[in-house]
């Protein structure tokens, strides 16, 4: 079955870089776009960015300049990467399945997420 | 960037009550709206997409409507296993936008 899985830091110094993991199963990468959310206090869910089945990737320019979304097809992983991070980006940063359906962009399998505190 | 503006914040309902939540895009979105429902503690799950289509294995007392930049989604004969934040989305356009949520609870 589709199961995707976080996996990163709990604690992150401001100003630092923060990088999670998301592996998959039960699908290929090669297949679906995987997507990257962030639930945070401030902000509440928020769309950061996305790499398609091709490989090729589009950000929410609020992260641009500081965001990158990679992945290894040969491990099923999905890699996001931060830089420059303050206290305001603490939050569950969730990896997300595409659901491919033509014409939408649909989050249809979660993962349980990874909590970023952000903090010195 | 399109705005999803939710409402209520909150909303208290009693077992087997029919509740209605609220999502306004600043723009037309023309039915590009996706409805996700949060469990304590637990990541967002798909209720409903083009604004009124079931996602597979939701109940049927689930349903969505709207049109233009107002869009509704209603919870018929409210169970406990119900009780949740719910939210918006937006995929019309890029960057996708969410609603700030509704919490739901039993009264």
């Known amino acids: 079955q589709v199961q995707l899985k976080e996996t990163g830091p709990g604690l992150v110094q401001p100003t630092q870089t923060l990088s999670i993991t998301c592996t998959v199963s039960g699908f290929s990468l090669t297949s679906y776009y995987m997507q990257w959310v962030r639930q945070t206090p401030g902000k509440g869910l928020e769309w950061m960015g996305f790499i398609r089945s091709g490989g090729s990737t589009e950000y929410n320019s609020e992260f641009k300049s500081r965001l990158s979304i990679s992945r290894d097809t040969s491990k099923n992983q999905v890699f996001l990467k931060m830089n420059s991070l303050k206290t305001e980006d603490t939050g569950v940063y969730y990896c997300a399945r595409d659901q491919g359906l033509p014409g939408t962009v649909l989050f249809d399998y979660w993962g349980q997420g990874v909590m970023v505190t952000v903090s010195s | 960037d399109i705005q999803m503006t939710q409402s209520p914040a909150s909303l208290s309902a009693s077992l087997g009550e029919t509740v209605t939540i609220e999502c306004r895009a600043s723009?037309?979105?023309?039915?590009?709206l996706a409805w996700y429902q949060q469990k304590p503690g637990k990541s967002p799950q798909l209720l409903i997409y083009n604004a009124n289509s079931l996602h597979t294995g939701v109940p049927s007392r689930f349903s969505g409507s709207g049109s233009g930049t107002q869009y509704s989604l209603k919870i018929n004969s409210l169970q406990s296993e119900d009780v949740a934040s719910y939210f918006c989305q937006q995929y019309y356009n890029y960057p996708l936008t969410f609603g700030s949520g509704t919490k739901l609870e039993i009264k």
């Open positions: 723009e037309d979105i023309y039915n590009g």
